[in-house]
Every structure is written in C-alpha cells, then in structure tokens.
C-alpha cells in the first residue's frame, strides 16, 4: 500500500535541512497535490504498535499517540550532531509561534536508532533541546516495532543518520495529512498546523 495514498501532500519547495553528507531530499512537482484513491483505516494502516515513550510508558502508537489528534511528526535520533538538534530547536519555535493554540497540535519524535534510545535517551535529548513538553511525544521501542512505524509512514532508512529529515502534519481524524520541509518557517509551519487544527467544514 502506498503510503498516504489519497491524502492531501503540501511541501514548502524550499532547502532541506539533512544530515552531514546526504543529499538535500527532492522538492520536485507542485506546491500541494492531490493523490488520487481511496484513504486506508488510519488504525489498520498506521498500526497499534507498542512502542515506548520518554518515560518508559508503553503507548499504542495508533491509540494512544494519534487518535483523535492533529499530529506533527519527525524522526530523530539521539546521538545526532547535526539536524536532529536544529529541527528539534526549530519544532521548538514552532510551539512558540502558535501560542495560545499550541495545544490544538500534539508533536511526536520517533527514534531511528531505537537500539540506542531508550526512554532514558529521549528523555535527556528533549530536555537538551528545549523540548520537554507534555505536549510532545518522543517514542522508541523493539527495532522491528519502529522499522514498522517508520515504513507505514514512508520515514524507514538502512542506517539512523539516513532518515528523512521532511515533518509530517496530520487531522488524523479527518485523514488530512501534509509534508512540510523542516526549513520553512517557524510561523509558516504554525499557521500549516492551525489550517490542519480547523474543522473541514470551516476552511476556505
């Protein structure tokens, strides 16, 4: 199955942010694109791993981390000099700029080295980055359970420092979802996750 098949795409067509010696990721095509067919069950397609968070609590990655949530999602992993800190930082400023609204958008950070992050890790790179939030989710777990999760959500590398450095936004109960290039900026990439926020029937 193709991942996101049938939902709405948005990516901001501006410089990638990518880890030391990998190409920056290719913003070929238009702006925003609608893909055609239909939506798969979030639950089914997104899976109810088990994972485990930053404080060691297992959570059901469908259940408890996405359902019924607008969603920003990256993947990190702890021992990374580059990138992961300055998308963290960035994600960071993000909450900033949406205020009084930032609530309204739960952020999870999936580990692509689950073998090294434990929830001791994760705990320690949120707080080194600013982003020990109880609004932000930062999960790890078994190896195959993450090669599961990150290859539903199109995100799995052969190595940890491989991963897509792209965010993405998701309505998960209205099956909206975009891709949003982690450069953007902060109040750009807010205004995206409160348009997401906003009931269907209330957007122009």
């Known amino acids: 199955m193709r991942p996101f098949s049938g939902i709405v795409l948005a990516l ?7 880890h030391e ?43 408890d981390v996405l359902a019924g949530r607008v969603v920003l999602l990256n993947v990190i992993y702890t021992r990374c000099k580059d990138a992961c800190p300055l998308i963290t ?11 009084a609204q930032a ?10 080295d689950p073998e090294h992050d434990s929830p001791r890790a994760l705990k320690a790179f949120a707080a080194r980055q600013g982003a020990d ?3 932000w989710t930062f999960l790890g777990g078994d190896k195959a359970d993450m090669e599961l999760v990150l290859a539903r959500l199109g995100q799995l590398s ?6 897509s450095t792209l965010l993405i936004a998701g309505d998960v109960p209205n099956k909206r979802w975009s891709k949003i290039r982690p450069d953007a900026p902060p109040a ?11 009931p269907p029937a209330g957007r122009r």
């Open 12 to 18: 901001f067509a501006t410089l990638s942010l990518a």
């Open 103 to 112: 609530g309204r958008v739960h952020f999870v950070s999936l580990s692509s």
């Open 133 to 135: 939030d109880p609004n």
């Open 188 to 198: 750009a990439i807010a205004q995206r996750l409160l348009l997401l926020a906003e």
């Open 89 to 99: 930082r960035k994600l960071r400023e993000v909450r900033a700029a949406l205020g």
């Open 158 to 163: 052969q190595t940890p420092e491989g991963h």
């Open 21 to 63: 010696g990998h190409a920056p990721e290719s913003a070929a095509g238009p702006a925003a694109q609608e893909l055609k067919g239909g939506v798969p069950d979030a639950r089914s397609y997104f899976t109810d791993t088990p994972l485990r968070d930053q404080d060691g609590r297992e959570r059901r990655f469908y259940s």
